[in-house]
């Protein structure tokens, strides 16, 4: 059976970290930042989860 191609933009974006879970980062935080609070900016920082409910699509674009 032939490989599977990874979908490219999903490697960018996505990690399957050992326990399964995909980590990904914020949203919100790329442009427009002067009205933002510096409070938000901060915890726009840290990482974020796949939704349960999307994880099964994200690792079928990263099969490997």
Request: proline content about 3%; overall charge positive.
């Amino acid at each position: 059976m032939p490989k599977q191609k990874s979908h490219s933009a999903s490697k960018k974006r996505f990690v399957v970290l050992k326990s399964g879970k995909i980590k990904r980062a914020q949203c919100n935080k790329n442009h427009i930042l002067g009205k933002k609070t510096t409070k938000r900016i901060r915890n726009l920082r840290g990482t974020a989860y796949v939704d349960s409910t999307k994880a099964k699509t994200v690792k079928s674009m990263l099969p490997y």
